[in-house]
């Protein structure tokens, strides 16, 4: 419930559409999405990114790759890793201010850290 | 076919005037062209994985069409431009994140792409039928040589493959000895009772003959079992359905549950043009360990799927 409560303030103060909290294996642990978004499917697809993003870092030594974020003409998806544990997922319209966006999202993260332990 | 020499210009200003280290054509997950500093291999593999995986999105949420994929850390930004629906380019820039720079070298360069968007499809097609022919007839493929491909990789896969396999069919040879219905206790009585009976010992002239002959059979060698692969494999290919099940589990198990739809896509990929046989499901563990990103378990899972073809 914690987790949630979190996410529902991301996505209200951000002015996102949803967000998902997910494990490093693709599991869901939270999530607050629109109608008609597959919870377990943004989930996976999530952790995957992030984890080959982290693979292309990884040639290049340059230590963890923390967000990764994807434009398309209907909007924003953006991953950001919690930890070493959890990744956390947004979904934002196109017309968000990217820049409050990625603060909120900062905020939440350490949140998510704290209740992550 | 040949790259236009105009693009390869143009890849290399950019490549100059952004000072990147790395930037690469893509269609689909494949790298078609690309300069960079880097020496290893796996950075285009990786990066072309990122790019068909994030393209997968539209799947998730429909009409998103893919524009740009950006990351970056303290001193590095990674930058994808999608040009069309399979064509994209990709760059990283190992310095101060700068991601208006990056992008405006992503969109000068997809106007002047669109150009070759034809040639660069040709290209990735000839590319994909070579491989294939060259996994069907390893002698006798078309050797078309673009510096995207690596090859000696590809050699690599296959020598890996085929001492794995020649583990496996030694082992099958083993098993298949030992595979033989356990008879029932009154089953051995009434044959040991045939057997006392009608025993007659042959003469040691046929003893010798017999000896002999056995002798002379000799396990056949490796490279007849590969040029036979098709009809033995179909012959042993009983239960395919299921192990390709099992393996799945072992997949999803390592990759989490996004792993039933990769399965599921890969599978349909990998099988559309070739033969359910043990040596292509070897081949199909392969290609699906190279999903997984962490080592050990990459590892694990090809350890655990391959045990299930020696039950085959």
Partial sequence: MKYYDVLENLVRDAGAEGAVLVSVDGLAIASVLPAGVDEDRVAAMGAAILSLGERVTAELNKGQLEQLYIKGSTGYVIFTGVKDVAVLGVLAPANAKLGLLLMEIQRAIKKLETELG | MELPEELLDLINKAYRDANLYYIGIFIKNKEIVSRTSSKSDKLSISFGRL????????????????????????????????????????????????????????????????????????????????????????????????EVFKQDENRDFFKDEINELEKVLSFKEYELKEDITQPSLEDILTTQKEEELSYEPPPLEEILTAKTEEEKLEPPSLEQIISDRGSVSEDSLINTEEILEKIKNEFVREIGPFGMLLFKKKKEEYFKTRNVTKFEILKFIQLLAEEISVEKRRNEFIENAKSLLINL
Avoid at chain 2, 58 to 73: A, D, T, Y
Avoid at chain 2, 77 to 88: A, D, G, M, P, T
Avoid at chain 2, 111 to 129: G, N, R, S, T, W
């Fill in chain 2, 51 to 146: 790019i068909e995986r994030s393209l997968e999105l539209n799947e998730i949420l429909p009409n998103f069409k893919e524009e740009f994929l950006f990351s970056e850390g303290k001193d590095y930004s990674l930058f994808v431009y999608y040009v069309e629906e399979e064509l994209s380019i990709g760059m990283i820039h190992i310095g101060k994140p700068n991601f208006s720079m990056l992008k405006i070298v992503g969109l000068d360069l997809a106007k002047e792409i669109k150009k070759y968007k034809d040639q660069l499809k040709e290209i990735y097609l000839q590319e994909v039928q070579t491989i294939t022919i060259k996994e069907e007839t390893s002698e006798e493929a078309t050797q078309v040589k673009q």
